[in-house]
């Protein structure tokens, strides 16, 4: 009779969330019973089936996400206090998440699986992307000088961020591993005088680039293909190499496939920038982002990254953390994305407008109550002097921008050989424009 009532269920529940000292939630079950945990309520949370509860004690993540996408869970109030909640209580609630953790070691996914992973989160469509990015498209962590920055002005201030720290100068060469949608090439050419040569695995995003590159005459200058970071022609060499956003898709498994990528890449002396999302401690992937979201990804350890660079003789040469940067990040894509709610809907139904509601939300709180950090990391390539001594010339306005737009010619020719000075780069798939 007590388990046709729901009783045991509700006292899984109550073992659990009575655990909560800081914050709190008001709980409302499928019978209309309504109950208090913590000392004071953050939101309200609808369970509607007994069947969701009983799966959240086989696995609490994927029982929670799936339960939100199906309409099982309701929530009144944020979705990210949710996870303000779990971690302001993280000491309290260890040890039952301990003996729900999923036990995983680091996959090592062949390229084909890599590609398609790739194209399950990036190949949505330009559509629906363009419904909440900035107009730039640039999905990666921003970069607020002020307050009273827009998204659009943010996203620009990032990409100069990162070509500043690289030191970027007219005439050198720049690949960009994982490059979107083509803002930073776009920019390195444009506002630096670079050659810059972007790869990617989406589809969509290529093609997007392309058109972009050619409506803004820049084909001579830059090129973007196809191509997975460990195909790059194995003669290609870059002044400057930079992943925004791809490491967090590299898996644990690949990181160090990545490095020995950059290391081909890179000339000798040259300075490496890696963008990418952090952990504090080593953990598995989540089950439910791996399956819906990210399928194949892992985040790594800054520890982990640093670890790897002496074995390339890489020298890492600054560091820097934007976590609060992506936070209000995130804060800015959710509530565009709700304001273009119907539309998503009617491109992809409710269930995934539902799914991505809690994935940004879930994001904004891992960044914000700190499970999550974004690192910059610049390293050389062996010991140079070459690079300023101290850090003060990011934050000048950098010559070579500004001989450019004062009028400046952008770059040199491309050389005989090639875009890059190799004729394998550019070559392998049509050139840029071409489709």
């Known amino acids: 009779m007590a388990r046709g009532t729901g009783v045991f269920e509700k006292r899984q529940c109550d073992l659990i969330l009575s655990r909560i000292r800081t914050g709190g939630l008001t709980v409302t079950y499928w019978d209309g019973d309504t109950r208090q945990y913590g000392p004071q309520s953050w939101l309200h949370v609808h369970l509607k089936t007994r069947a969701v509860v009983r799966r959240m004690r086989r696995h609490i993540d994927l029982a929670v996400g799936e339960g939100y996408m ?57 559509d629906f992307y363009a419904l909440w990015l900035d107009r730039s498209m640039s999905y990666s962590c921003a970069y607020f000088q002020r307050p009273s920055d827009s998204l659009e002005a943010a996203q620009r201030q990032k990409v100069e961020h990162i070509l500043r720290k690289l030191d970027l100068r007219p005439g050198m060469t720049l690949l960009d591993i994982g490059s979107g949608w083509g803002e930073l090439i776009i920019a390195a050419a444009r506002r630096y005088g670079a050659r810059a040569h972007g790869i990617t695995l989406s589809e969509e995003q290529l093609a997007a680039s392309r058109r972009r590159i050619e409506a803004e005459n820049l084909a001579s200058m830059v090129s973007v293909d196809l ?17 925004v956003g791809m490491y967090e898709h ?39 982002i791996d399956r819906y979201i990210f399928p194949g990804g892992h985040l790594p350890t800054l520890e982990g990254i640093l670890a790897l660079l002496p074995g390339r003789d890489f020298h890492a040469v600054d560091f820097e953390s934007l976590r609060r940067h992506y936070a209000r990040t995130l804060d800015e894509w959710s509530a565009r994305f709700e304001a273009s709610l119907q539309r998503v809907e009617k491109m992809h139904g409710e269930r995934f407008a539902r799914m991505w509601r809690l994935y940004l939300r879930g994001s904004a709180a891992a960044f914000r109550y700190g499970k999550l950090d974004l690192a910059q990391i610049l390293w050389t390539k062996g010991l140079t002097d070459s690079t300023p001594m101290t850090r003060e010339y990011i934050y000048r306005r950098h010559s070579s921008a500004q001989a450019l737009s004062a009028g400046h010619p952008a770059v040199r020719a491309p050389s005989p050989g090639g875009f890059l000075g190799v004729p394998e780069v550019g070559s392998h798939v049509p050139e840029v424009g071409s489709q």
Not at 227 to 243: I, M
């Open 70 to 126: 199906n309409g099982e869970i309701e929530v009144q109030g944020d979705l990210a206090e949710i996870g303000r909640l779990a971690l302001r209580n993280r000491v309290e609630l260890s040890p039952w998440a301990a003996r729900l953790a999923r036990r995983a070691s680091p996959r090592r996914d062949r390229k084909s699986r890599q590609t398609k992973n790739v194209q399950h989160h990036y190949d949505l469509g330009n």
């Open 227 to 243: 191509c997975h970071y460990q195909d790059l022609p194995a003669d290609a060499r870059f002044d400057r190499v930079v992943s």
């Open 250 to 288: 590299v898996g644990a498994g690949n990181y160090a496939a990545y490095m020995a990528a950059v290391d081909r890449a890179l000339k000798p002396e040259g300075l490496s920038l890696l963008h990418t999302i952090t952990q504090t401690v080593e953990r598995p992937a989540s089950p439910w």
